[in-house]
């Protein structure tokens, strides 16, 4: 699965931003799909994950305020972020999970900037 992430910008506190998340290739539907966040000196961090199965799991950090969502027929993710505070900001990745014979293989889209002013 290749991975091209969009959408990240500039905003203010409390402001929105939706980012999306194109897939190509195969494997699209059967793949984990999530966002990750990544700021300076510290480790990439997972934000919000959409199962193949469309479960929903989010970081404590985002709960309430992000929605992570899927189309399958688009080959498309969804990443809606609402009440943003200045700790949101960072680089955000997407990223695409699928198992086979027990090993994980992850893809990696190149990041979107978000940045939150206070």
């Known amino acids: 699965v290749q991975l091209q992430a969009s959408g990240g910008g500039l905003v203010q506190a409390g402001g929105s931003l939706r980012l999306s998340c194109a897939a190509s290739g195969s494997g699209f539907s059967i793949s984990h799909m999530g966002w990750y966040r990544e700021v300076p000196g510290k480790q990439r961090e997972l934000v919000a994950q959409?199962?193949?199965?469309?479960?929903?799991n989010y970081a404590d950090s985002v709960a309430g305020r992000f929605a992570i969502s899927r189309d399958n027929a688009k080959k498309m993710v969804y990443l809606q972020m609402n009440s943003l505070k200045p700790e949101d900001t960072g680089v955000y990745y997407c990223?695409?999970?699928?198992?086979?014979?027990?090993?994980?293989?992850?893809?990696w889209g190149q990041g979107t900037l978000v940045t939150v002013s206070s």
């Open positions: 990223n695409a999970a699928r198992w086979a014979s027990g090993v994980r293989h992850d893809s």
């Open positions: 959409i199962t193949s199965g469309s479960s929903t």
